[in-house]
């Protein structure tokens, strides 16, 4: 570094850490310069660390954990409402057109079905839920 | 309890682990933001958005970088966002607890409390957030670069406009000369 030259973004950089650089030396032009800029940054730095952040804050954590579950579950509500509205409708749509190709028949076997055999599902189901 | 610990279970839904997470990292956070914000008001709502923010998208943070950067990356958009929709933000009075000998000393550092904060207020959003980060938490250039979504290059620039803008400052008003 000693015979590049150093400018005053090089000793900023130095006095963050983010550049090594060797102890400025008096046989460069701008020594004097660059000094008298290390100085001043140093004394701008103890000013600017009177800065305090110890200011009054009132922050609710567990009440804004709270509040994000609360906002993911209606999320989760609006989906779910969503996929069964979008899901009836498939079901329907697809009744309706097999129903329309077939014939009225077909219909009328099907609710036939499901009137007579849906009770008996609830027996198991039943038996599920109390065991 | 080691803070990945503490981020897997809080990305699993342990509610405990989650608050004690934000809890520990609620120091720095408060005062980055209230560095950027110098308004105790407005920082107080960006701190309640970002960590509301946090704990929304918990399971899509991945642990590359520290949690406090994370946080610290999603308080630095809020702000820039909230700044979008207000144009001008106006700089509340600072109070400060003196222990000075004299009224006069404390008025007198009190006013050149108040200039500091001012000189900070008066910098482009975008430095500012560079210089708060360098100056007050020692980030790396690479980190604040990741925070802040620019190249290196233009972090390093922002800073070092930054420092030679807060020197001018200081001299104009009288501060650095007194040191």
């Known amino acids: 570094m000693t015979n590049k030259k150093i400018t005053k973004e090089d ?3 130095n006095f963050y850490d983010e550049k090594k650089l060797n102890n400025l030396n008096e ?4 020594y004097e310069e660059l000094n008298l800029f290390k100085e001043k940054l140093g004394k701008t730095k103890n000013i600017m660390d009177m800065i305090n952040d110890d200011k009054k804050i009132n922050i609710d954590i567990l009440g804004i954990i709270s509040k994000a579950e609360s906002i993911q579950n209606k999320q989760k509500e609006k989906k779910e409402t969503f996929l069964f509205i979008a899901t009836a409708f498939i079901i329907l749509f697809c009744f309706s057109l097999i129903t329309f190709t077939l014939g009225s028949n ?3 076997t099907v609710q036939l079905i499901i009137f007579v055999l849906l009770p008996f599902s609830l027996i198991p189901m039943a038996k599920l839920t109390l065991k | 309890m080691d803070e990945l610990i503490l981020i897997k279970k809080a990305q699993n839904g ?3 682990a989650l608050n004690t997470l934000l809890t520990n990292n609620y120091p720095l956070i408060k005062g980055y933001v209230i560095k950027m914000t110098s308004n105790p008001s407005i920082a ?4 309640q958005d970002t960590m509301l923010k946090a704990v929304l998208n918990i399971k899509k943070f991945q642990a590359k970088a520290k949690f406090s950067t994370w946080l610290i990356t999603i308080a630095t958009n809020i702000y820039r966002d909230y700044l979008r929709k207000h144009k001008t933000t106006e700089l509340i009075e600072e109070t400060q607890q003196s222990s000075y000998s004299s009224p006069e000393d404390a008025t007198i550092a009190k006013l050149e409390y108040k200039e500091i904060v001012n000189i900070i207020m008066k910098l482009p959003y975008e430095k500012r957030t560079v210089f708060i980060l360098k100056h007050y938490y020692g980030y790396k250039y690479d980190e604040i670069s990741e925070i802040v979504n620019c190249p290196i290059g233009t972090v390093r620039s922002r800073l070092h406009n930054s420092i030679k803008f807060i020197m ?4 104009k008003g009288g501060i650095l000369i007194d040191q």
Do not use: G, H, T
Not at chain 1, 27 to 30: A, Y
Not at chain 2, 44 to 47: A, L
Not at chain 2, 168 to 171: C, G, S
């Open chain 2, 14 to 16: 342990n509610k405990s």
């Open chain 1, 27 to 30: 046989s460069l032009d701008n």
């Open chain 2, 44 to 47: 107080e709502d960006i701190i």
């Open chain 1, 11 to 13: 000793i900023i950089d």
């Open chain 2, 168 to 171: 001018n400052e200081l001299e």
């Open chain 1, 106 to 108: 077909f219909f009328i």
